[in-house]
């Protein structure tokens, strides 16, 4: 059974960082590509970033380049998205997300709120 479950989230101030890991469980994490999206309050779930299976190909909406690194450790099915140099506009809940022999895997979230 294909599992990710997330951790991290929680209450930053603006300029601050934190570091959210998604663990995959189920499937051969090491061969497929893995992804970060991020949905605020009354809007649309949104593609921040991804990252191939073999972790030396990463790609990043323009908001973000630069401060939320994507990485991943295969060996421990884990990855991981950076969060940094936070602004308020970043508060939203952030998932994980993988495509798996034709299904779609959804982590259950993250919450990141970025307030002083």
């Known amino acids: 059974q294909v599992q990710l479950v997330q951790s991290g989230g929680g209450l930053v101030q603006p300029g601050g960082s934190l570091k959210l890991p998604c663990a995959a469980s189920?499937?051969?994490?090491?061969?497929?590509?893995m992804r970060w999206y991020r949905q605020g309050t009354r809007h649309q779930r949104k593609f921040v970033a991804t990252?191939?299976?073999?972790?030396?190909?990463?790609n990043y909406i323009d908001s973000v380049k630069g401060r939320f690194p994507v990485s991943r450790d295969n060996a421990k099915n884990l990855w991981y998205l950076e969060i940094n140099n936070l602004k308020p506009e970043a508060t939203a809940m952030y998932y994980c997300?993988?495509?798996?022999?034709?299904?779609?895997?959804w982590g259950q979230g993250t919450q990141v709120t970025v307030s002083s």
């Open positions: 997300q993988t495509f798996c022999l034709g299904v779609d895997f």
């Open positions: 990252i191939n299976s073999s972790g030396d190909v990463t």
């Open positions: 189920g499937f051969g994490f090491s061969l497929f590509s």
